[in-house]
């Protein structure tokens, strides 16, 4: 069965404190690893899919990297904006079932 | 390009009661999920669609939980009877069905159902 640990569960950061979050995943035969973001109220949006280690992915001022064990999600200089619950969810060949973890919530304070 | 469209927003009920939910996915979209987020966790599948057929509910509670998805595009989760547990946000979801890009799963905003 597929498992997503996320890490940690809460974040606090300076606006401009640069920070990762942390997905470790086991899956059998990886076809994605998603990341989300989402609001209060909202449902998850998507930023990133990884497909393979050694993969990297950017957005304004996040980046996604993935290795076989696990991927971060890198904030650099983080705005007040940036503050979400971020989560990160697994696929595996032959099921479109996305697996998701319990998310890491950000929040930057100005 | 219009997103998941779900209704209601919110709904409140007693338990044994019955509740429905509606979910429009992105025009053309082969593929529909309905996930269930409890408060502090992530989403969880209860049943994906693929055109009118499922594909898998092995996560839904057949005993009180049903979903149909008629002529291959809206879709409707129910409830009967609502039990306190079943408290938490269903999120409605579609892709394309293709592979590659087009594998992203969009989320609607979610109907909070709080069962007292």
């Known amino acids: 069965e597929d498992q997503v640990t996320q890490s940690p569960e809460a974040l606090r950061l300076q606006e401009g404190e640069s920070s990762s979050l942390n997905c470790s995943y086991t899956?059998?035969?990886?076809?994605?690893l998603f990341w989300y973001r989402q609001d209060p109220g909202k449902g998850p949006e998507f930023l990133f899919t990884?497909?393979?280690a050694g993969e990297e992915k950017e957005k304004e001022r996040l980046k996604a990297t993935l290795t076989k064990k696990e991927s971060f999600l890198h904030i650099t200089a983080p705005k007040p904006e940036d503050s979400a619950t971020y989560l990160c969810a697994v696929r595996h060949f032959g099921n479109e079932k996305l697996t998701f973890g319990t998310g890491t919530r950000l929040t930057i304070i100005p | 390009e219009a997103g998941v469209a779900q209704s209601p927003r919110y709904k409140i009920i007693e338990k044994r009661q019955s509740v429905a939910f509606w979910c429009n996915p992105i025009s053309g979209h082969a593929t529909l999920y309905w996930y269930q987020q409890i408060l502090g966790q992530g989403p969880k599948l209860l049943i994906q669609?693929?055109?009118?057929?499922?594909?898998?509910d092995s996560q839904l509670p057949k005993d009180r939980f049903s979903a149909e998805r008629l002529k291959g595009v809206d879709s409707t989760l129910k409830i009967q009877p609502a039990k306190l547990e079943d408290s938490a946000v269903y999120l409605c979801?579609?892709?394309?069905?293709?592979?590659?890009?087009?594998?992203?799963?969009?989320f609607g905003p979610g109907t909070r159902l709080l069962v007292l």
């Open positions: 979801a579609s892709s394309s069905g293709a592979s590659g890009s087009q594998e992203t799963q969009y």
């Open positions: 669609f693929q055109n009118n057929g499922v594909v898998d």
């Open positions: 990884l497909y393979s």
């Open positions: 899956v059998s035969g990886l076809r994605g």
